[in-house]
Nanobody, 115 residues
Framework: QVQLVESGGGLVQPGGSLRLSCAASRNIFSRSVMGWYRQAPGKQRDLVARIATGGSPVYADSVKGRFTISRDNAKNAVYLQMNSLKPEDTGVYYC?????????WGQGTQVTVSS
């Protein structure tokens, strides 16, 4: 088992920035995939970005050029830098780790983009 704890969400105006962080409770296998998903009200949970060690990050088309995912294996952490935020980026952001075929999820952090 692994617990994932997200932080960094909040209320921001359109065009603003936020940085989400996710820390794991134990060492994560370096070849695992770490990522961020987003769930808007009334919608399904969708991939925002994911990253594997040594691989190229994968982004949803809607966030390309605005969001950057990174990971620090020494800290068992994954981050999401979000710039040029739009109202449609609003939702609950969930950290995800896929390790040996098992998905682990954080509790989610709310991001609201509104003026």
């Amino acid at each position: 088992q692994v617990q994932l704890v997200e932080s960094g969400g909040g209320l921001v105006q359109p065009g603003g920035s936020l940085r989400l962080s996710c820390a794991a409770s134990r060492n994560i296998f370096s070849r695992s995939v770490m990522g961020w998903y987003r769930q808007a009200p009334g919608k399904q949970r969708d991939l925002v970005a994911r990253i594997a060690t040594g691989g190229s990050p994968v982004y949803a088309d809607s966030v390309k050029g605005r969001f950057t995912i990174s990971r620090d294996n020494a800290k068992n952490a994954v981050y999401l830098q979000m710039n040029s935020l739009k109202p449609e980026d609003t939702g609950v952001y969930y950290c995800n780790v896929r390790e040996w075929g098992t998905d682990y999820w954080g509790q989610g952090t709310q991001v609201t983009v509104s003026s």
